[in-house]
T-cell receptor, first 113, second 119 residues
C-alpha cells in the first residue's frame, strides 16, 4: 500500500520568510496529492492540490510542485504570516476510483512575528 | 465547497457506555465516507471506509465490533463506539466524497470532528 513521509516535523520561520514542506510517496499509482491545513481541534481544510498530469500549481502565496519520477511533492508558502501557523498534512492517493488518501505525519509550522 | 456536518463536536461518556457520532453531507450525495482517528499531535489514521448500502471496510487493527459503522443513506454515516474505554478517547473525523468523476476526480470534505473523552 501507499506510504507517505513528510519533513520536517516542525518548522519555525520569521514572518515574511518562505516555508517549504516536503513529502515523498511510495505508490506510483497515486495520482492526486492534496495539502491540508489543520488548526488545533478543527477539521483539516484543503489549501491546494495537484494531480499527476501537472508539475506545479500556484494559488497566491501557496504553491505545490510534483516530481513523479522521484515520487515527491512539496508545499511552498511565501511571505508567511502569523495566521499561517498550523499543522500541515500532505496526502497521496488515487481519487479516480474513490480510493482513500494516505496522510503524511504532519508538519507544525510556526510563523514568528 | 461542499459541507459535511459532524455531531456531536465533543462528548464525555462513562467507561462501558456507547457513543454514536453522526456524519452528514448537507448539500451533496456521498457515496463513500471515511472515518479517521487522530491522536494529539499525530496524523489522521484511517479507521474504515463506508459505502452506502454495504458493509464498511475496516483497516487492519481496527475492531469491527467495537467501532460500528452504518451508512444507511447517501447523506448519513454513523460511527458507534461500543463499550467505550479511556483508551478510546481521541478526536474522530469523518470525510465524504461525492460521486466519482473520472475526469475531475473527487475532493474529500471533512466534518468538524468529534472529541471523545471516556472517563
Amino acid at each position: 500500500g501507499e506510504n507517505v513521509e513528510q519533513h520536517p516535523s516542525t518548522l519555525s520561520v520569521q514572518e515574511g520568510d518562505s516555508a517549504v514542506i516536503k513529502c515523498t510517496y511510495s505508490d506510483s499509482a497515486s495520482n492526486y496529492f492534496p495539502w491540508y491545513k489543520q488548526e488545533l481541534g478543527k477539521r483539516p481544510q484543503l489549501i491546494i492540490d495537484i494531480r499527476s498530469n501537472v508539475g506545479e500549481k500556484k494559488d497566491q502565496r501557496i504553491a505545490v510542485t510534483l516530481n513523479k519520477t522521484a515520487k515527491h511533492f512539496s508545499l511552498h508558502i511565501t511571505e508567511t504570516q502569523p495566521e499561517d501557523s498550523a499543522v500541515y498534512f500532505c496526502a497521496a492517493g488515487d481519487d479516480n476510483y474513490g480510493q482513500n488518501f494516505v496522510f503524511g505525519p504532519g508538519t507544525r509550522l510556526s510563523v514568528l512575528p | 465547497g461542499a459541507v459535511v456536518s459532524q455531531h456531536p463536536s465533543w462528548v464525555i461518556c462513562k467507561s462501558g457506555t456507547s457513543v454514536k457520532i453522526e456524519c452528514r453531507s448537507l448539500d451533496f450525495q456521498a457515496t463513500t465516507m471515511f472515518w479517521y482517528r487522530q491522536f494529539p499531535k499525530q496524523s489522521l489514521m484511517l479507521m474504515a471506509t463506508s459505502n452506502e448500502g454495504s458493509k464498511a471496510t475496516y483497516e487492519q487493527g481496527v475492531e469491527k465490533d467495537k467501532f460500528l459503522i452504518n451508512h444507511a443513506s447517501l447523506t448519513l454515516s454513523t460511527l458507534t463506539v461500543t463499550s467505550a474505554h479511556p483508551e478510546d478517547s481521541s478526536f474522530y473525523i469523518c470525510s465524504a466524497q461525492s460521486q466519482i468523476r473520472r475526469s475531475g476526480g473527487t475532493e474529500a470534505f471533512f466534518g468538524q470532528g468529534t472529541r471523545l473523552t471516556v472517563v
